[in-house]
């Protein structure tokens, strides 16, 4: 199953679907599955009666043990198809399949191609629409969050936070995480920042802009126009547009900023790769900062000064509401913000100067 998801595209839980004929995905995703599984030579083991029996014994233990939903729409944003190879919420999946096992429950996984919205949706409500559901709100905006809850009662969304939305949310406190990293590099003694920016846009992104920059407010720091970059947050490698304005600053005889601040570890990553590339030294000549704190943190070189997202303590957070809705039907008046920390590492130093 792993090898037919990864020749697919998919997640495992998708194979999964696809194999028992349950619902949760497309028939565009099911077909292209099963025909991946057929090219590399898959046969089921049971008679096709034998599979009709243990889907339905499945469903019976299903129905038997609890069950929690967590439900993200793919191909929207920075959530591609493969977004359990992504970093970030890679791990937010491992957290929610131990914090679901702690309280007894089993974890459910579906994806709603973008593509096929409304029709995914559909599928999904008719099945789960009684069930506590974990939605991945990372790249949604508000009118599509009150899409899907209007037909998922029972929805928690994770990662994100609409306050004019009557859904519980639970969220990372992104404005916080921002200030944090421009007061430390304040503190530090830079005094000449850069900024380097998703060039997807989502509300997470936004909220660290707003407390990078008030942090600057506070040091009386002016961002320089020529020190404003643009990335793609999905490729932590090194980039040619990022590099070309460095290259451009030097040729120029302009300074570069002795630190940047990147909207996450991805954008850091390859921020670190491309300064590499190009002889700059990291942080001697300039301190990079990211934003998530995620695994691969700690294994580039030099390791990651970043703000850390305690994504274990959201999900926390998320399983515990929406597990509670049985108990209590209001639970929709509830928000929960999860702070931020600040997590110095081998990028960063005081500025060559100081």
């Not at 999904?124 to 709100?137: C, T």
């Not at 029972?154 to 990293?181: H, M, R, S, W």
């Not at 008030?214 to 961002?223: K, N």
């Amino acid at each position: 199953m792993e090898d037919i998801a990864r020749l697919a595209g998919v997640s495992k839980a998708a194979v999964s679907l696809a194999f028992s004929g349950k619902p949760g995905i497309g028939d565009e995703t099911r077909a292209r599955i099963l025909s991946v599984a057929g090219k590399a030579g898959y046969k089921p083991r049971r008679s096709v009666q034998a599979q009709e029996a243990a889907t339905i014994a499945d469903a019976a233990v299903e129905e038997a043990s609890p069950a929690l939903l967590f439900l993200v729409i793919a191909n929207a944003g920075i959530v591609t198809s493969q977004y359990d190879r992504q970093p970030f919420f890679r791990e937010l999946i491992h957290y929610l399949e131990q914090g679901s096992r702690a309280g007894g429950f089993s974890l459910l996984i579906s994806a709603i191609d973008m593509a096929r919205f409304d029709d995914d949706l559909r599928a999904i409500a008719d099945v789960h629409s009684d069930r506590g559901v974990i939605l991945l709100g990372t790249n949604l905006d508000k009118k599509t969050l009150s899409r899907i809850a209007e037909r998922l009662p029972k929805l928690i969304v994770l990662d994100t936070c609409f306050e004019t939305l009557p859904i519980p949310f639970v969220y990372t406190n992104n404005a916080l995480g921002g200030y944090q990293a421009g007061t430390w590099l304040c503190r530090s003694g830079h005094r000449s920042i850069g900024y380097a920016a998703s060039d997807v846009r989502i509300p997470n992104f936004d909220a660290r802009r707003r407390g990078f920059d008030d942090a600057m407010r506070e040091g009386s720091i002016a961002v320089a126009f020529e020190h404003e970059f643009s990335v793609d947050p999905m490729i932590p490698a090194a980039q040619e547009a990022f590099q070309t304005k460095i290259e451009k600053l030097r040729n120029e005889g302009k300074p570069l900023p002795t630190a940047l601040f990147c909207e996450s570890d991805f954008i850091a990553i390859g921020v670190m790769k491309s300064l590499a590339e190009l002889g700059i030294r990291v942080p001697e000549e300039v301190t990079v900062v990211g934003f998530d704190d995620i695994a691969e943190a700690v294994i580039v070189s030099p390791e990651l000064t970043t703000v850390r997202v305690d994504k274990e303590k959201m999900v926390r957070c998320a399983v515990r509401l929406a597990t509670s809705f049985n108990e209590s039907p209001s639970v929709g008046g509830i928000n929960i913000s999860v702070d931020t920390a600040l997590i110095e590492r081998r990028s960063s130093a005081p500025p060559p100067s100081a």
